[in-house]
């Protein structure tokens, strides 16, 4: 029997920059392109800014119907509380990426495929103010680990 975990996500600027460097790396290929004798590619540069200004406030200032607020574990099985209220089951994807200080989650609901919700996490350090405390980070990542039910998967018989 595992105990209960509870993670609340905290609003962070180091997360929201997280959050919205693929959108600058994007960003910078587009002036550095359109800088050359692409000029054409400035047109995408709205599009660009509102792509990371959606991204730096659902997991930033963890605001929109989408953004995860929370992850609970209780009984084994994974719960995301998101910005609009609902507490919905879901599983971390094998996309996901876990590290010390920092998880980079895709959260698949248990009913449907079709929809997924990323999260990011960076834990508290004494020179970082993340969007979690280190202790609940900590206990999070190794349920994700080595706590979670392992999916039945099914080999050929080849394999066997």
Not at 32 to 41: E, I, N, R, S, V
Request: with cysteine; hydrophobic share 45%; aromatic share 4%.
């Amino acid at each position: 029997m595992s105990s209960r975990i509870e993670l609340t996500l905290n609003p962070s600027v180091a997360t929201g920059l997280l959050a919205i460097a693929p959108w600058l790396v994007l960003l910078g290929f587009l002036v550095a392109a359109a800088y050359g004798d692409k000029p054409w590619l400035l047109a995408g540069l709205p599009i660009m800014l509102a792509g990371a200004a959606v991204q730096y406030r659902r997991a930033g200032r963890l605001r929109g119907r989408s953004a995860v607020n929370a992850l609970i574990v209780e009984h084994g099985q994974l719960t995301a509380r998101l910005g609009d209220g609902r507490q919905i089951s879901v599983k971390a994807a094998r996309t996901s990426r876990l590290g010390a200080r920092l998880a980079l989650l895709k959260l698949h609901p248990c009913d449907t495929t079709v929809k997924a919700y990323s999260a990011i996490l960076l834990a508290n350090t004494a020179c970082l103010r993340g969007n979690v405390p280190e202790d609940e980070f900590r206990r999070l990542r190794i349920w994700l680990r080595l706590g979670q039910p392992q999916s039945t998967s099914r080999r050929r018989p080849d394999q066997e």
